[in-house]
């Protein structure tokens, strides 16, 4: 059974940092992209941020210059989230797909973890 499992939600303050990892189990990953989608109360999910298996990363817009992502193993990926602010506060989920293109994508995403809460609030 594939599973994605992602770690590190919880409160922060405004300015604050947050890594999130995710980990992924049941099958080999390592020729597949990995990412990070988030949804925001009331919108609709989001993409966030990717790595494809040979290590090219991609940032969402409203993340970039305050996010990096980093993918040691195949099956793992982490989000460092600095600067955040109340914007920020949202459900994040790891993602998988065959490619950069299919994770950026929510209707070809492959497999999706259940999400985590990040909160940012003073």
């Known amino acids: 059974q594939v599973r994605l499992e992602e770690a590190g939600g919880g409160l922060v303050h405004p300015g604050g940092s947050l890594i999130l990892s995710c980990t992924a189990s049941?099958?080999?990953?390592?020729?597949?992209?990995m990412g990070w989608w988030r949804q925001i109360p009331g919108k609709e999910r989001e993409f966030v941020a990717l790595?494809?298996?040979?290590?090219?990363d991609e940032i969402a817009g409203s993340m970039k210059g305050r996010a990096t992502v980093s993918r040691r193993i195949a099956n793992s990926i982490a989000l460092r989230m600095n600067n955040l602010t109340p914007g920020d506060t949202a459900i994040y989920y790891c993602?998988?797909?065959?490619?950069?293109?299919?994770?950026?994508?929510?209707?070809?995403?492959?497999?999706w973890g259940q999400g985590i809460q990040v909160s940012v609030s003073s």
């Open positions: 993602a998988s797909a065959h490619s950069s293109t299919q994770i950026k994508d929510v209707s070809t995403v492959t497999y």
């Open positions: 049941g099958r080999s990953f390592e020729r597949d992209a």
């Open positions: 790595m494809t298996w040979h290590g090219i």
